[in-house]
């Protein structure tokens, strides 16, 4: 955002709110824009709008290194797999399994657990959440790596109130800015450390 107001000339001040109050605050007047990890769905597009997506967010499967590569969910059939209980992952596993029952499912509380559990070779693959994995690489000499693209990936938005269509214009203007002039995937770069998926 920061990046963004710099490209449309605006300064930005930034407040942190809880999760649940972001949408109430925004219809309030209270702030301008809201950029926290919202995806686009229908619910919240009856009373706010968003910009373009900005960030596509998903999961992504997870082998050893030299282990695997490009696979898609269908490649998971038949082989042992941790995954975070409550994600979307499970549930794509689940309906996996309906259809190759040989493959195992094993969930966990914690995303920690499931990559300990490939780590520890007590299973073959592993689903996690694409930013949650990126940030252990960045934090972590893992022997672990990223060997799929996004998958059950979901847009993410920068919304604003409903008909502020000025602001949703400038908005969107800054977004294709930063992407067109390169600042967009050195962020992405720096936190997710490959270009924008």
């Known amino acids: 955002i ?3 107001g710099k490209e449309i000339g605006e300064n930005i001040l930034i407040q942190y709110i809880d999760y649940d109050k972001l949408i109430p605050t925004l219809m309030a007047g209270e702030i301008d824009v809201i ?12 009373v706010i709008h968003f ?3 900005y960030f596509e967010y998903g999961e ?9 590569k490009n696979l898609v969910i269908e490649d998971l059939a038949g082989k042992s797999i941790a995954v975070q209980l409550g994600t979307t992952g499970q ?40 930013p949650v994995f990126s940030q252990y690489l960045l934090e972590n000499d893992s022997k672990l790596q990223m060997v799929s693209g996004l998958i059950a990936s979901q847009p993410l938005g920068i919304a604003v109130q409903k008909g502020n269509q000025e602001l949703l214009d ?19 770069q720096k936190w997710f450390l490959s270009p924008g998926i």
């Open 51 to 53: 910009t373009e997506p």
């Open 170 to 188: 400038s908005l969107n203007q800054g977004l294709a800015a930063i992407k067109d002039n390169g600042t967009y995937d050195e962020i992405y």
């Open 35 to 46: 950029i926290s990890g919202m995806t686009i769905i229908e619910p919240r597009q009856e």
């Open 60 to 68: 992504v499967i997870i082998a050893r290194q030299g282990e695997g």
């Open 91 to 130: 549930d794509l596993l689940v309906k996996l399994q309906e259809k190759a029952p040989q493959t195992q499912i094993t969930k966990y509380l914690a995303w920690e657990e499931v990559l300990a559990s490939l780590e520890s070779d007590q299973v073959e693959l592993a689903i996690v959440s694409h």
């Open 2 to 4: 920061n990046a963004i």
